[in-house]
């Protein structure tokens, strides 16, 4: 019992209904908060978890995006500076939208496809196939990108109101211990 | 009959047949390309090359070597023989070595027209430009607004003139896509350069119509194939097929209304030629592509024209192999740098 968390009150039997009415406001207060943090720590080893596998997956998908790369070239010769050089619109956009977790709004990221592939006819007379298939091995890549950065945006997300729950759930029972 | 081909050839063009020749055999042999794909690391692979006729191009490069610096000296180094035998030619010799030029020239103004349209730079053009295809006017792009204005000042010099003349009028260069144009351009080009063997006679007739009928057939075959499942109609595509082949006629009116591979394969069926190439195609993965089987004959045909003498066949042939080397150099390079080996055997053999 320590000296400054003492409150100071009159002892009748009116300041104990009222004390005890408090203490069950704070009781729930802090059982809320415990159930706060705890989705939000479900939802945090949930976004590491799949973290790892998209990094995983993503090292895969890039390696396999690079040789589909060195194939075409082979095939079709040097077709980058005109890959580049024919960049007007993109393709592939990303929206972002919220999302709800325990009163804690969390940032997603959603693709979507907008207009033609202007690259249709790049490598019509040699490489087509090999283009086709490097243009769908880098939509591959970018779309688990995509669902990364997603994952790792929301990540700090869940953190900080996570450890600001958990920080005000730990105050609340050191007080309730002591009460 | 030689119509006395073997008395007048090597007067004018002896020293360099012989050139070729000794440039030919310092092309990379099966051994060589065994050693290479059983490297570790690019810096063997330098090691490798400089036991060949390649020496010490690679002397000068800073650490780390990359692949894009092999392919960058091998090109630099074909460019400096080309331009060896090309500065030495006579007539027609010089004529023939500037209609192998045009294919490269093309890919060149087709990359200046986008730049200059993109408002692009043109000093970062040039550098990205095929060595090959220099031509004189290049710098002088960047003064045209519009396509048309483009060919009005400045292509109209080039020996390229012709072949825009014949596929389109100056009103349609505008509005045209970029790749059709590239095609249509390739097209009359090739056909130009047929006309020019065909009349020349004598054995480089009989050497480079072969290849050249082969390489506008291929070119019919790969686009028809590439055209499935895109916006190109059939009427397009027909207009991209070059004449010079054996399809033309009616396998290119055939080649027009197929709609998926089993029927070019019915149309190939027709053709002596080109029915054991389509029986050598895989299915899918693991098997060869069309277009690797394409290649393969395009290297055959271009060994045995060595077989013969006294023809210009030998310097559009040597050039092709020396392509297909750095082709095969590259992709073993890459293999090796990225680690994924599965398919570093996939290279054209040559020799």
């Known amino acids: 019992m320590s000296g400054k968390d003492r409150i100071e009150i009159f002892p009748s039997r009116m300041a104990q209904t009222i004390m005890k009415a408090r203490l069950k406001g704070a009781q729930t207060g802090r059982n809320l908060l415990k159930k706060k943090s705890d989705a939000l720590t479900l939802r945090f080893r949930q976004i590491l978890k799949k973290i790892i596998e998209t990094k995983m997956l993503m090292g895969e998908v890039m390696r396999e995006a690079a040789f589909s790369l060195a194939e075409a070239k082979f095939t079709a010769g040097d077709f980058s500076t005109t890959v580049i050089q024919n960049v007007n619109k993109a393709q592939v956009k990303i929206r972002a939208k919220k999302d709800n977790v325990a009163g804690v709004t969390l940032p997603v990221f959603e693709h979507y496809h907008e207009g033609t592939d202007s690259y249709e006819l790049t490598g019509l007379a040699r490489g087509g196939e090999q283009l086709a298939k490097l243009k769908r091995n880098y939509a591959k890549a970018v779309e688990l990108l995509v669902e990364l950065a997603s994952l790792q945006s929301s990540f700090p997300g869940s953190n900080v109101p996570l450890l600001i729950s958990s920080q005000s759930w730990m105050r609340e029972s050191e007080k309730n211990s002591i009460g | ?351």
């Not at chain 2, 090109?75 to 030495?88: A, D, I, M, S, W």
């Not at chain 2, 070595?97 to 730079?121: E, H, P, R, W």
Request: with cysteine.
């Open chain 2, 1 to 351: 009959m030689l119509e006395g081909a073997e008395l007048y050839f090597n007067v004018d063009h002896g020293y360099l047949e012989g050139l070729v020749r000794g440039c030919k055999a310092s092309l990379l042999t099966q051994q060589d390309y065994i050693n290479l794909v059983q490297c570790e690391t690019l810096e063997d692979v330098k090691i490798h090359l400089q036991t060949t006729d390649y020496g010490n191009f690679l002397a000068n490069q800073t650490n780390p070597l990359t692949v894009s610096k092999i392919d960058t000296e091998m090109r630099k180094k074909l460019c400096r023989e080309f331009e060896y035998f090309r500065n030495h030619s006579l007539e027609p010799l010089s004529t023939f070595f500037t209609y192998m030029t045009c294919s490269y020239m093309i890919d060149n103004v087709i990359l200046l027209m986008n730049g200059a349209l993109q408002k692009k730079s043109v000093k970062e053009i040039l550098v990205k430009c095929h060595p090959l295809g220099r031509f004189t006017e290049m710098e002088a792009v960047n003064i045209a607004e519009t396509p048309s204005d483009l060919f009005n000042a400045v292509l109209v010099e080039t020996p390229l003139a012709p072949f825009f003349q014949d596929c389109m009028s100056e009103n349609t260069l505008d509005e045209l896509n970029i790749e059709l144009l590239r095609n249509k351009l390739y097209k009359s080009y090739l056909e130009a350069f047929y006309k020019f063997c065909k009349n020349h006679g004598d054995v480089t007739a009989e050497i480079m119509c072969p290849i050249l009928e082969f390489e506008a057939d291929r070119r019919a075959f790969i686009i028809t194939l590439n055209s499935f499942g895109t916006e190109l109609s059939k009427d397009d595509r027909e207009t991209l097929y070059p004449t010079c082949g054996k399809l033309y006629p009616e396998g290119l009116r055939l080649l027009a209304q197929a709609e998926d591979f089993d029927q070019m394969r019915r149309v190939a069926d027709h053709y002596g030629v080109y029915k054991p190439l389509f029986e050598a195609v895989g299915d899918g993965n693991g098997g060869k592509t069309l277009e690797d089987v394409f290649y393969e004959r395009e290297v055959q045909m271009n060994v045995l024209a060595f077989n013969r003498q006294f023809h210009y066949g030998v310097f559009y042939a040597y050039t092709k192999l020396k392509e297909q080397e750095m082709r095969n150099i590259v992709w073993i390079a890459e293999c090796i740098s990225q680690r994924h080996r599965t398919k570093i055997n996939s290279y054209i053999p040559i020799l």
